[in-house]
Nanobody
């Protein structure tokens, strides 16, 4: 099992920005592919954005044009840049990562994002 750590969550006003980060904890693992998900209270977990091993990105319609998924191979870290945040973006955000060194996907523990005035 690979421990994955997300960071960068917090509280922001509507229209603000946050950048979430995701990386393995304890040792270096290289990101092969990654997805960011979110789960709001009382709702199912949903896919927000994903990036393939080849760098192809995919976004849910509700974040297109506002969020950007990326990874820094030198830092073995994945990111979700979130701009123009809305109150409905409030949720716990999770990354789900496939590392090159292992055969399975790993979930992070989640980071809270709250958008409120």
């Amino acid at each position: 099992q690979v421990q994955v750590v997300e960071s960068g969550g917090g509280m922001v006003q509507p229209g603000g920005s946050l950048r979430l980060s995701c990386a393995a904890s304890g040792r270096t693992y290289s990101i092969y592919a990654m997805g960011w998900y979110r789960q709001a209270p009382g709702k199912q977990r949903e896919l927000v954005a994903a990036i393939t091993s080849g760098g192809i990105t995919n976004y849910a319609d509700f974040v297109k044009g506002r969020f950007t998924i990326s990874r820094d191979n030198a830092k073995n870290t994945g990111y979700l840049q979130m701009n123009s945040l809305k109150p409905e973006d409030t949720a716990v955000y999770y990354c789900n990562v496939k590392f090159k060194e292992v055969s399975f996907w790993s979930w992070g523990q989640g980071t809270q994002v709250t958008v409120s005035s």
